[in-house]
C-alpha cells in the first residue's frame, strides 16, 4: 500500500517560506499523479496544487498562484511544495496524495498521507 509521508511543515512569519516534501518509500512516485491539498479549520479540504505523472503538466489554485511551486525530483522520489511570500490564511494541515488517474479528478486521490502543520503567523 503506497503511504505518502509530508515532512517540512512549522511555523513562519507572514511574507516566509516553507518547502515540503512528500516521499514514498517501495513506490515510484513518478507514476503517480501527485496532489497537494490543506485544510485549515473549520472549513473543508481544498486543492493547492497538482502535478501530472504523464505530461509534467501542473495546477495551482488561485489563491497561491504565483507563490507556490510544485516539482519532482525523481533521484530522490520526491515531490515538493516550495512556499514563498506566505500568509496567515496559508495556515493549515498540508496533505499529498497520490492517484494513478488524472490529477484533475479530486475522487482519484487514493493515496494520502497524515498531513503536515503549516502555521504562519507572527
Known amino acids: 500500500q503506497l503511504q505518502p509521508v509530508e515532512s517540512g511543515g512549522g511555523l513562519v512569519q507572514p511574507g516566509g517560506s516553507l518547502r515540503l516534501s512528500c516521499a514514498a518509500s517501495g513506490f515510484t512516485l513518478d507514476a503517480y499523479a501527485i496532489g497537494w491539498f490543506r485544510q485549515a479549520p473549520g472549513k473543508e479540504r481544498e486543492g493547492v496544487s497538482c502535478?501530472?505523472?504523464?505530461?509534467?503538466?501542473?495546477w495551482y489554485a488561485d489563491s497561491v498562484k504565483g507563490r507556490f511551486t510544485i516539482s519532482r525530483v525523481n533521484a530522490k522520489n520526491t515531490v515538493y511544495l516550495q512556499m514563498n511570500s506566505l500568509k496567515p490564511e496559508d495556515t493549515a494541515v498540508y496533505y499529498c496524495?497520490?492517484?494513478?488517474?488524472?490529477?484533475?479528478?479530486?475522487?482519484?486521490?487514493?493515496?494520502w498521507g497524515q498531513g503536515t502543520q503549516v502555521t504562519v503567523s507572527s
Open positions: 502535478t501530472s505523472s504523464l505530461d509534467r503538466s501542473t
Open positions: 496524495a497520490a492517484s494513478i488517474g488524472s490529477p484533475y479528478n479530486v475522487r482519484g486521490y487514493n493515496y
